[in-house]
């Protein structure tokens, strides 16, 4: 079982950065590929960033590469989201997951989610 808690969303202008942290308690967080998840209002949840256990391998959708880095740190239990350039339709719930799937692909490979943290762009 793994417990997640998002923070550091919050109010930016268009261009600005921000770094989003997921802290996960208990001892198992390095058993977990981890991803970073947005939502939109009136919009489905949508993938937006995932790392390996190991840490080697990302992935990120193509509406965010080269923009954002997800990273982990085992001996911290947190995972963050760092966001560069920040658009207006980066505005979203940002939340974050832990899957036991080696290589998950879709919502319901996450078994454990965050409550989640808003970030707001404005133009």
């Known amino acids: 079982q793994v417990q997640l808690v998002e923070s550091g969303g919050g109010l930016v202008q268009a261009g600005d950065s921000l770094r989003l942290s997921c802290a996960a308690s208990g001892r198992t967080f390095s058993s977990y590929t981890m991803g970073w998840f947005r939502q939109a209002p009136g919009k489905e949840r949508e993938f937006v960033a995932r790392?390996?256990?190991?840490?080697?391998?990302?992935n990120y959708a193509d509406s965010v590469k080269g923009r954002f880095t997800i990273s982990r740190d085992d001996a911290k239990n947190t995972v963050y989201l760092q966001m560069h350039s920040l658009k207006p339709e980066d505005t979203a719930v940002y939340s974050c997951a832990a899957s036991s799937r080696v290589v998950p692909n879709i919502k319901r490979d996450y078994g454990y989610w965050g409550q989640g943290t808003q970030v707001t762009v404005s133009s």
């Open positions: 790392i390996s256990r190991s840490g080697g391998g990302t």
